[in-house]
């Protein structure tokens, strides 16, 4: 069975640039995860979707992020326009949906992003 | 405070003994309880989960959860040095959201 996808690996870009991540999860999760990991720290949730459904973006800057997940399958990241502060991992995630409170992650290599 | 609390370390143990980890959450809506290890430069990948009450043992890694306390542990036996790395506690609520402590280097000295 194929893991989480993401891609790029790595990313350098100039401030002020946009930035896009691909996510592919695991085929039959229907959950899916964005991350952001800053060295020494935990990772930080941006946003999940339920299928197509983002049901939480409540961390997600949303004056410069965007996240989409049109067919309920691959996602996509966007950061426009990017900020030295943005420079950190992004993980994407995914999971089945059992009961309410969610089951475990698997996580994909993640994107490790600098921003000059 | 962090909703999930973890001692950043580092803990250091000799190959052989026991580690033991640490968490503390403060939702008491929290349904479900992950322990996930990352060594440096990868992804975090799942150890356990548990989600009732008491202890549940896997191999030499043992979760133990109280709900009452808030309080979930990871006990590692017979440490070995592949062991060190970072251990990250994740905890679910009912609603599913998910949080990260930031996690407990640890390391296992030969």
């Known amino acids: 069975e194929a893991g989480v996808v993401q891609s790029p690996r790595y990313k350098i870009i100039e401030k002020k640039q946009p930035v896009a991540f691909w996510c592919n999860p695991i085929s039959g999760h229907n959950t899916l995860y964005w991350y952001r990991q800053n060295l020494g720290q935990g990772p930080e949730l941006l946003i999940r979707?339920?299928?197509?459904?983002?049901?939480?973006d409540s961390q997600l800057p949303k004056d410069r992020f965007s996240a989409e997940r049109l067919k309920g399958v691959d996602s996509t990241l966007k950061i426009q326009p990017a900020e030295l502060g943005d420079s950190a991992v992004y993980l994407c995630a995914s999971s089945t949906r059992s009961g309410t409170s969610g089951k475990e992650q698997f996580f994909g290599p993640g994107t490790r992003l600098t921003v000059l | 405070q962090k909703e999930v609390e973890q001692n950043s370390g580092p803990l250091s143990v000799p190959e052989g003994a026991i580690a033991s980890l640490n968490c503390t959450y403060s939702d008491r809506g929290s349904q479900s309880f992950f322990w996930y290890r990352q060594y440096s430069g990868k992804s975090p990948e799942l150890i356990m989960s548990?989600?009732?009450?008491g202890d549940k043992e896997d191999g030499r890694f043992t979760a133990q959860l109280n709900k009452a306390s808030q309080y979930v542990s990871l006990l590692i036996r017979d440490s070995q040095p592949s062991d060190s790395a970072t251990y990250l506690c994740a905890v679910n609520t009912n609603a599913g959201k998910s949080t990260f402590g930031d996690g407990t280097t640890l390391t296992v000295k030969p």
């Open positions: 979707y339920e299928n197509e459904e983002a049901v939480d």
């Open positions: 548990i989600y009732s009450n």
